[in-house]
């Protein structure tokens, strides 16, 4: 997926003035901020698993190369196939010669973030396979021709009306609005059909197991099952960083994704695959393909301010916390990855130049490092990116900041640093804001200023300080 | 295999090091022992599912109800016949499949089945994959009305039942028919997800890890369209736990 982060502001302001998405959005804070609350509060030793979750992603990251090596030859040593793709590119040319090669017609997608950094449905039915995503919040995304709102409920900001008129050719605007219960049998209805004839199916990966090459797939609907037991090719794709050492450090780990998701103490179906099918099983595929992919990920584990990043188990909980997310939705972020896990994962993966607005769309408030299941310090590494943009970089990809920006920044601080100079300074912008100020308030100004007063009144400056007026007065004056 | 060891090559780079190193044991992690701790683990929970099945029982009953499973408690097989009959005939059901587990004979699966008028059959291939074999019974799954499994096991933490697919239990009789029933046995429950895995580790140590297992907590259901929960997306949209107290 092309990155459209330079967008943000247009997008964000696109998405404020839309009341319908407004509404419909509002339900990541009274379902899913909300769910994640009560289910930690009922969970004992909640924070004793948090800390838990984040020793074994700090330790795994630490020795990623050691275990992509052992998850290769395990998954190997089961049967399987292991590809490495440096990027996306390399990873959807596999997925798309494998699928010539073996004469595949219809390809079953189960949700998945890094296929969606691939592109990889839309580049499939370009080739010519039927491809269709088969979680229903992906699958109304696919029909409008869009990009997930959320990580975990893709289709979050469509209301009923939108998603009848997806499914059903012949709805119109002003009939009956079908509910949630008719508009889900309908596609159940039509996914059925399309899981009886399909011969090659692509899922994500929740965690892969290092030292026994499994994959564990967590899901509400069942399409990941369906996915790992109807067609007759597999292939499971997954960033390099969802890895785990030990199938016995799962439950912690389920534990905190499913309880940080939905807020479930477990969801309907978790499978865990082992390879392709064993001589005697009545089903399954009879090939399983594993494609660990890098796309960017290696700039977050060099940068030791960013590394941490790489934790992330995207469960979507500091989306539902983000008060930023909950106004401006989750296409102002302009790639495959919304809300402050985005905000801090776009820009180093797809360019901070174009992304520099994303690490601002925050008011630092913590509620996304709060709600972390693994404890990712995202606030820290939004000033991390902040700072670069501003000026602590020197590469000028990254330093977006304008050379008048800066200068203004100069000025202020060299002004900040004298008691003098803090005074005449303080004195001149009193005697610059006179002449457009009523009653001690600025109500229109010229820009940059203009940008501060188009939505609230700004106070002038006064012309004498807090000190010497603090001064006088102890002297007897007024 | 030279893209795996280019790729690896620049993973240890970015990590700021030019050798794989081998990381020490860490508590953080359960990966480290040799198998003999994975193997107590899992005859502590063995034993654990045995010694305290009444009580374990009794959560898995809540926690399944909690999940979604319509969960019904049988004092004897002729009772969870008779149940299963029921449920049968309520679904108007006329092809029913079954997995080979025991406990379906002990309570009198087949009669119970068979006496509402609907046909009972098991998805059986002794190995033979040919593809005609498997599309036939690919066909019959989603055509069925009801499927119908014991467990492997239980977990009382979750309300879920496992399974691990294998000859005589296809994957797709819990998951393609609009109702499931699944028949649970006294000792078959173990306390939490970590006595599961506990159990997995041991096996896959000791080389007989399953080609895949199954946790199935409740019916299949999505929020996706306005957060409203509806049941029965892709797999049933109804599932009963039947638990069979004695005998």
Known sequence: MKPVTINFRSKAAQTLADAQIQQSIEHVYTGFFKGRLLAAAETDNWEDLRTKGKAIKDHTIAHLDYYLGMLADSVEKNGGRVFFAADAAEARQYIIDLAHKRNIKTVIKSKSMVSEEMGLAEAMNTEGFETVETDLGEYIIQLANETPYHLIAPAVHKSRSDVAKLLDDDYKDGDRIPDATELTMMARKKLRGVFERADMSVTGVNFAVAESGSIALVTNEGNGRMSTTVPRVHVAVMGMEKIIPSIQDLSTMLRILIRSATGQRISTYVTMVNGSRKFDEEEGPEEFHLVIMDNGRQKLLEDPQMRESLNCIRCGACLNACPVYRKVGGHAYGWVYPGPIGAIVSPVMTGVKDASNLPSASSLCGACHDACPVKINIPRMLLELRWRTAEGSTDKDERTSSAKERGIWKAWRVGMMGRKRFDIGSRLANLAMRPLAKNGWLKKAPPPISGWTSTRDFPTISARSLKSKLSKRSKGGK | ?247
């Open chain 2, 1 to 247: 295999m030279a893209d795996r060891a280019k790729f690896l090559a620049a993973v240890t780079a970015s990590l700021g090091r030019t050798v794989v190193l081998v990381p020490n044991p860490d508590s953080a992690t359960a990966g480290f022992d040799d198998g003999v701790l994975a193997k107590s683990n899992a005859e502590m929970a063995m034993a654990d599912a045995n010694t305290r099945s009444r009580e374990l029982v009794d959560q898995m009953a809540d926690a399944a109800a909690t999940a979604g499973w319509k969960v019904h408690r049988a004092c004897n097989p002729e009772t969870a016949s008779d149940l299963v009959a029921s449920i049968c005939e309520e679904k108007k059901a006329s092809s029913v499949l079954r997995s080979k587990h025991e406990v379906l004979d002990q309570i009198g699966i087949e009669s119970a089945v068979t006496s509402t008028g609907a046909t009972l059959g098991i998805t059986e291939h002794f190995g033979d994959n040919s593809s005609a074999l498997v599309d036939n019974s690919k066909s019959s799954a989603f055509s069925a009305d009801i499927g119908i499994t014991g467990v492997d096991y239980a977990i009382a933490e979750t309300g879920t039942i496992v399974l691990h697919p294998r000859s005589g239990l296809s994957r797709l009789i819990s998951l393609a028919p609009p109702t499931h029933i699944a028949v649970l046995r006294h000792g078959e429950v173990l306390d939490s997800l970590d006595e599961l895995f506990a159990m997995e580790r041991s096996d896959f140590m000791s080389g007989k890890l399953a080609g895949s297992m199954n946790l199935i907590s409740g019916p299949s259901k999505t929020a996706d369209i306005e957060g409203t929960t509806v049941t029965g997306i892709h797999g049933p949209l109804e599932v009963h736990l039947i638990i069979l107290d004695h005998g």
